[in-house]
Structure formats: C-alpha cells, structure tokens
C-alpha cells in the first residue's frame, strides 16, 4: 500500500500532511492503517495526560509511586516507537539522540 508523508508533532498532538501547516517535530511516511495506529496512540495519550492533573494537587507524591505518570510514559514511549518506525532517516536519528527507545 502506498505511503504518504506526515509532519508530527508530539509535543501538540498534531499530525498535518502539508508541511506548512503548523510546527512539526517529526517527518514520517505512513499507510492510512498506520495512521489510524498512531492517531489512537495519540488519544491514548491524551487521556492518561487528563489522569496526571490531580497529581499536581497533590505534590509530595513521588513520580515513580504514581500509576498514572507511569502509563502517560508508556504511551509516550509507544509513539515514539511507532514515530521511529514510520520515520524517514533523519527523524529516526533525532529520536535516537532523545534516549526515548531505551
């Protein structure tokens, strides 16, 4: 199946086709079916971002106790393997200077 070039940015939760559009991050090239996989992670990521919020209500409770954070970086971790998959050659060397794969 033919594919089509993206411009990510993880940091917004966007995913545009035109470059212009918007500040991106990450360049890919993805099937609609991988798009569909990476919009999901997305989602997934933005409710467990909506699950972190009463932590800062509650500031004495260290990260690593804490269910919530530890799913935001899983799904976290998961887009970027998916982005590093997708990606062209430059993207895949900025995610592997970011140490996010380890």
Same mark, same amino acid.
Do not use: C, W
């Given at each position: #199946?033919? &594919? ?11 995913? #545009?086709? /035109?470059?212009? +559009?918007?500040?991106? =991050? $990450? %360049? *890919? =090239?993805?099937?609609?079916? =991988? #798009? *569909?996989? $990476? &919009? %999901?992670?997305?989602?997934? $990521? =933005?409710?467990? %971002? %909506? ?9 004495? *409770?260290?990260? /690593? /106790? +804490? ?5 935001? +970086? @899983?799904? @976290? &971790? ?7 998959? @997708?990606?062209?050659?430059?993207? &895949?060397?900025?995610?592997?200077? #970011?140490?996010? $794969? +380890?």
């Amino acid at each position: #199946m033919d &594919k089509t070039t993206y411009y990510v940015s993880v940091q917004s939760k966007t995913i #545009m086709q /035109h470059q212009g +559009d918007a500040a991106y =991050e $990450l %360049e *890919i =090239e993805a099937t609609p079916e =991988e #798009m *569909i996989k $990476l &919009k %999901e992670l997305f989602e997934d $990521l =933005e409710y467990t %971002e %909506e699950q972190t919020y009463s932590r800062a209500l509650f500031p004495g *409770i260290p990260y /690593h /106790h +804490d269910e919530a954070n530890d799913a935001y +970086d @899983l799904n @976290l &971790k998961s887009i970027y393997q998916t982005l590093y998959g @997708l990606g062209t050659d430059e993207t &895949k060397n900025h995610i592997q200077t #970011m140490n996010v $794969l +380890d």
